[in-house]
């Protein structure tokens, strides 16, 4: 779902420029000052292109719409420059715009061919229809397009990452959303898996919370999730991952941690969080317990779902023996 947001996102991007390149071939005085009609008939039947390509692919086919505009683009530009040489300013723009179009695409490897190919075709036609001034003015463009080119690029990735980086965080305590987490401890798992080492799963629940909002109010219920947060954060390294799993319930995943490590970090968590306070407004105070539960690959499952069944059930084992424990289960 995320991947399919990004490609769409990309795609708009690269349909955007394919416009604002037509309109400003179309804007240009110099080639509406032309008295070469094959050129004006030539820009209505690559518009007339566009829309079939626009509307006759799907947009779940994201490489090949986009990988179309492309080819369709720099055609474009090819036939351009046969008809109407007096145009070659205008050409070398379009160039630019062409490799910033590419540059939504290029970290796919697989295009890299394709855009090689038609710029080799491009160059040759550079070459052999204008004349050395204008080739010149062409080549010292060149620092100037790829310089663009990249800068586009960046700002590209930059948005792409920030837009993956939302899509798996939660919104309320800055940890990972239950996609994002499940993403994360899958990789974690085959990594594992092929190394033979070792991870421990964490689940937590606060004990009451409930009672809480039905207190003091739901603002309140959201001050302990909050703050459970910020605790869990406190006494996990950076190679370990955690994220709000639902409601109040949280999920850890300790790297490269066995058993015994993983219950240490369990009980430091539930103490610390057992000593804070909260307050209302009124200076009512209230405190909050946690419920934890411990497992570990290998050694409470062979599989990622039956690591974090395990330690979802021995959560429970702790708040049905009492609660503001923590337990762990291995597998049979």
């Keep these: 779902m995320i991947d399919h947001k990004i ?3 990309q795609y708009k991007i690269a349909e ?5 390149t037509f309109t400003i071939i179309i804007a240009s005085i110099k080639f509406l000052e032309s008295t070469n009609n094959k050129a004006n ?3 209505i039947i690559f518009f007339l292109i566009f829309i079939i390509l626009k509307f006759s692919i799907d947009d779940n086919f994201f490489s090949s719409k986009i990988l179309s505009y ?3 683009f720099q055609s474009q530009n090819i036939f351009i420059a046969y008809i109407n040489s007096s145009a070659y300013d ?3 723009f379009m160039s630019m715009i062409g490799l910033l179009l590419f540059s939504v695409i290029l970290y796919d490897k697989k295009y890299l061919m394709v855009h090689i190919v038609v710029t ?5 036609v550079y070459f052999t229809k204008f004349d050395p001034k204008e080739v010149f003015l062409f080549l010292i463009s060149l620092p100037f397009i790829f310089i663009t080119s990249l800068n586009f690029n960046k700002i590209y990735i930059i948005l792409r990452n920030l837009i993956t980086e939302l899509s798996i965080t939660d919104e309320m305590t800055g940890l990972l959303n239950q996609s994002g987490f499940m993403k994360k401890i899958e990789e974690e798992f085959y990594r594992s898996q092929r190394y033979q080492k070792t991870f421990s799963v ?11 909002n039905d207190t003091y109010g739901h603002k309140y219920g959201s001050m302990v999730i909050k703050s459970i947060a910020e605790v869990i954060k406190t006494n996990i390294r950076r190679t370990d991952f955690a994220a709000r799993y639902g409601g109040d319930e949280f999920i850890l995943c300790l790297v490269e941690t066995d058993l015994d490590g993983a219950i240490e970090v369990a009980e430091r968590i539930r103490k610390q969080f057992e000593l804070k306070s909260f307050f209302t407004k009124d200076e009512k105070k ?4 946690l419920s934890i539960g411990v497992s570990n690959y290998p050694k409470s499952g062979d599989s990622l779902m039956d690591v974090i069944e395990l330690a979802d059930k021995a959560m429970y084992q702790s708040k049905n023996s009492g609660k503001n424990k923590t337990s762990y289960l291995l597998k049979n």
């Design 202 to 212: 964490l689940m937590i629940d606060s004990d009451n919370l409930k009672l809480i």
């Design 7 to 9: 490609r769409h996102f």
């Design 120 to 124: 080799g075709v491009l160059t040759y």
């Design 41 to 43: 008939y030539a820009i």
């Design 70 to 72: 492309y080819l369709l």
């Design 16 to 20: 955007v420029l394919y416009l604002f």
């Design 286 to 289: 209230f405190t909050i317990t």
């Design 90 to 92: 205008i050409l070398i």
